[in-house]
């Protein structure tokens, strides 16, 4: 899986960073996850996973190369202001489910 950004474009009022991405992965090889293309961009970005919410991401059909849209925040708390919450559902780890006592 090779991550290229193509554009970066400031956005001061909200304080952050919206980002377009190409991913080219293997022709055999399914669509990466959300939470790997975070991880991959925070990589390339050198930032922490944190600050990096992916907000779009789209397989163009018969091909194995993946377009995509993510916010980059200067801070956590500034993404808690303004990223919706289903956004940032998406872009957390799964939680475990929790046992019920029988």
Same mark, same amino acid.
């Given at each position: 899986?090779?991550? !290229?950004?193509?554009?970066?474009?400031?956005?001061?009022?909200?304080?952050?960073?919206?980002?377009?991405?190409?991913? *080219?992965?293997?022709? !055999?090889?399914?669509?990466?996850? =959300?939470?790997?293309?975070?991880?991959?961009? *925070?990589?390339?970005?050198?930032?922490?996973?944190?600050?990096?919410?992916?907000? =779009?991401?789209?397989?163009?059909?018969?091909?194995?190369?993946? +377009?995509? +849209?993510?916010?980059?925040?200067?801070?956590?708390?500034?993404?808690?202001? +303004?990223?919706?919450?289903?956004?940032?559902?998406?872009?957390?780890?799964?939680?475990?489910?929790?046992? +019920?006592? *029988?």
């Amino acid at each position: 899986m090779q991550v !290229k950004i193509d554009t970066t474009k400031s956005n001061p009022l909200l304080k952050r960073k919206e980002v377009g991405f190409t991913i *080219a992965s293997g022709p !055999k090889e399914k669509t990466p996850a =959300r939470l790997q293309v975070k991880k991959a961009l *925070a990589t390339e970005m050198q930032l922490g996973e944190d600050l990096v919410f992916i907000k =779009r991401m789209h397989t163009k059909t018969g091909t194995s190369i993946t +377009v995509g +849209v993510a916010n980059v925040y200067q801070s956590v708390n500034q993404a808690k202001l +303004v990223e919706p919450e289903y956004i940032r559902k998406r872009n957390s780890p799964p939680e475990k489910p929790k046992e +019920v006592p *029988a």
